[in-house]
């Protein structure tokens, strides 16, 4: 059917598609509540309820044709209204220092992937808090601002470059201690890459993802990166020129008789390799055991339960990455607080 042919409620693209669903499931995967009857109920073009009214009309959202509504029953409960409770001055500072430590870390986290985009080392390494921790991706952690900058940087920064690798940080699900003075981050990475021939065909051409498992604290009044892990790559095209999705195969079978690759990281080991990190590292690569490797599926982590059900992932980590062999790398090992979960950070004023 094309797009002339659709009812104008249907025309958006992308909002609509064929019922098709899968099989709940089951153990400690099953979902809290089961799928409203009325949405299993009948075939046909089902189409997300809108959350508010049309912003021109004012009149609700509904469906024509062929289409119908689905995911029209809420989740949760109505929200219980409160009563505003007069606050003294210190609590409004505190109040204050929450919202601006929303900003502080959105701010460092953003010029962190800027520095990336311009291949600075020595810039991105200023970032970092004077005892915080970075990962090199593949290999391990550097510990304080002064090993982060030495491992990264070795000679003058290159006047050429045959691609640039961005590293646009996003969708960021930030909890904020209650002193406002350290945060936790979980930012996505959207990783495309640039590139020019070379003779050799295209370089650091396509798309990548991955995931930021981030700490930030405030640190004589500025605010610095105090964790910064990565989780990567979850999925990796192929070049532009070959197709992106559709050129990606999966990948030979791994030769038995090969030596297996390490990764030494910066200019020096790092302080704690991936693969001491165990379990937290299985599947990558650098870490422990098989790689998985697109179109293969990696763990994919959380630091926080679900927010609104709070159910816990099947992979939780309830501090940070290397915390479980370096305990003292913690936020309350060195003068912070430890932010609290996602379900407590929405009761927060």
């Known amino acids: 059917m094309e797009g002339r042919d659709l009812p104008p409620a249907l025309a958006l693209v992308g909002l609509c598609q064929r019922a098709e669903f899968d099989a709940a499931p089951t153990g400690a995967n099953a979902p809290t509540a089961p799928v409203p009857g009325a949405d299993m109920a009948a075939p046909g073009l089902a189409m997300p309820a809108f959350l508010a009214p ?14 119908r509504l689905v995911a029209t029953t809420a989740l949760t409960s109505p929200i219980a209204g409160t009563s505003p409770k007069p ?85 960021e699900v930030l909890l904020i201690s209650d002193d406002g003075r350290s945060v936790n981050g979980r930012v996505r990475l959207f990783h495309p890459n640039t590139g020019k021939k070379d003779g050799k065909g295209l370089l650091q051409s396509g798309m990548q993802d991955g995931m930021y498992h981030n700490g930030y604290v405030l640190e004589n009044g500025n605010w610095r990166i105090w964790e910064l892990s990565l989780d990567e790559p979850y999925y990796t095209s192929a070049s532009f020129k070959n197709g992106l999705w559709v050129g990606v195969k999966d990948p030979p079978p ?32 650098g870490g422990t055991g098989k790689t998985l490797q697109w ?40 003068g912070y607080q430890q932010p609290p979960g996602a379900m407590e950070a929405n009761k927060s004023p």
């Not at 009309?57 to 509904?62: C, E, K, L, Q, W």
């Not at 090199?136 to 045959?162: C, H, L, N, Q």
């Open 54 to 67: 049309n912003p021109v009309t004012g009149r609700p959202v509904a469906a024509t044709g062929a289409a």
């Open 87 to 171: 606050i003294d001055l210190p609590e409004a500072r505190r109040r204050l220092s929450r919202a601006a430590a929303f900003d502080g870390a959105t701010n460092v986290s953003a010029a962190y992937g800027n520095y990336l985009d311009d291949g600075k080392p020595a810039g991105f390494g200023g970032l970092i808090a004077e005892k915080g921790f970075k990962m090199t991706p593949f290999a391990g952690y550097y510990i304080t601002r002064d090993k982060v900058v030495k491992a990264r940087v070795a000679g003058p920064e290159p006047m050429i470059r045959a691609g640039i690798p961005y590293h646009w940080l996003m969708q």
């Open 254 to 285: 791994p030769d038995p008789n090969a030596p297996k690759r390490t990764f030494s990281g910066g200019n020096f080991p790092p302080d704690i390799p991936l693969t001491a990190l165990g379990k937290r590292q299985e599947g990558f690569l």
């Open 295 to 334: 179109p293969s599926i990696q763990p994919i982590w959380f630091q926080y339960v679900n927010p609104v059900s709070g159910r816990v992932p099947e992979l939780y980590q309830t501090d940070c990455v290397p915390c479980a062999v370096r305990p003292d790398l913690r936020f309350d090992r060195n």
